[in-house]
C-alpha cells in the first residue's frame, strides 16, 4: 500500500521538475505547445485504437475465445490515453509507450497469471453462468401484460406497509 502512495506523491513532482527542464530547453509556448499537442493526441489515439479493440473484442467472443488479452490491451489503452491527455511529459513517454502493442503484450504476460475469468462459453459468444436450480423465467414483451392486480386496489395491501395513521 505504500508504493501507491508513494508513486502518488513523487509523480507531481517529477512531472513538475519535467516542465521546468523542457521549458528552459525549448520556451514556454514550444512546452505548452507541446502539451496541447498530447493531450490532442491522446484524445485521437483513443477513439482510433479504441474502435479497433472493440470490434478484436466483439471477434473474440463469436469466436469462443477468453476475451482476458483484448481486455487488458483495452485498459492499457485507456491508462495511455489518460496519460496522454494529462499534462505531463514523464506521463506522456508511459502513455505513449503503452500504445505500443509490444509493450501491452509485455504487461498481458506479467498480469495474465493474475487474473481469472469466470464466463461460460456459449455458441454466440459469452454467456453468464446460471444456478443449476434456476427458477428464473425469460419472457418477451409479447408474453406478458400488465395489468392491476387485486392488491392494486386493496389497501390493506401488504406492499403499502401498515395502515398507522391512514383514514
Not at 513532482?13 to 530547453?25: N, P, R, T, Y
Not at 490515453?81 to 499534462?87: C, D, E, G, S, T
Not at 505531463?88 to 509485455?106: A, E, K, T, W, Y
Amino acid at each position: 500500500m505504500r508504493l501507491p502512495l508513494v508513486l502518488f506523491l513523487i509523480a507531481p513532482l517529477v512531472e513538475i521538475a519535467s516542465f521546468i527542464i523542457v521549458g528552459q530547453a525549448i520556451g514556454i509556448l514550444p512546452t505548452l505547445g507541446l502539451i496541447v499537442l498530447s493531450g490532442v493526441a491522446g484524445v485521437v489515439l483513443l477513439r482510433l485504437q479504441g474502435a479497433g479493440i472493440l470490434r478484436r473484442l466483439q471477434s473474440e467472443a463469436q469466436k469462443g475465445v477468453d476475451p482476458g488479452r483484448e481486455l487488458v490491451h483495452a485498459a492499457l489503452l485507456a491508462v495511455a490515453a489518460f496519460l496522454l491527455i494529462v499534462p505531463g511529459f514523464f506521463g506522456d513517454i508511459i502513455g505513449i509507450l503503452l500504445f505500443i502493442p509490444i509493450v501491452r503484450d509485455i504487461a498481458w504476460k506479467l498480469i495474465k497469471p493474475r487474473i481469472v475469468v469466470s464466463s461460460t462459453f456459449a455458441s454466440g459468444g459469452f454467456r453468464t453462468a446460471r444456478p443449476a436450480d434456476d427458477t428464473v423465467v425469460d419472457l418477451e414483451d409479447d408474453e406478458f401484460q400488465r395489468e392491476p392486480g387485486p392488491n392494486s386496489q386493496n389497501p390493506e395491501s401488504p406492499w403499502r406497509g401498515p395502515r398507522i395513521g391512514r383514514d
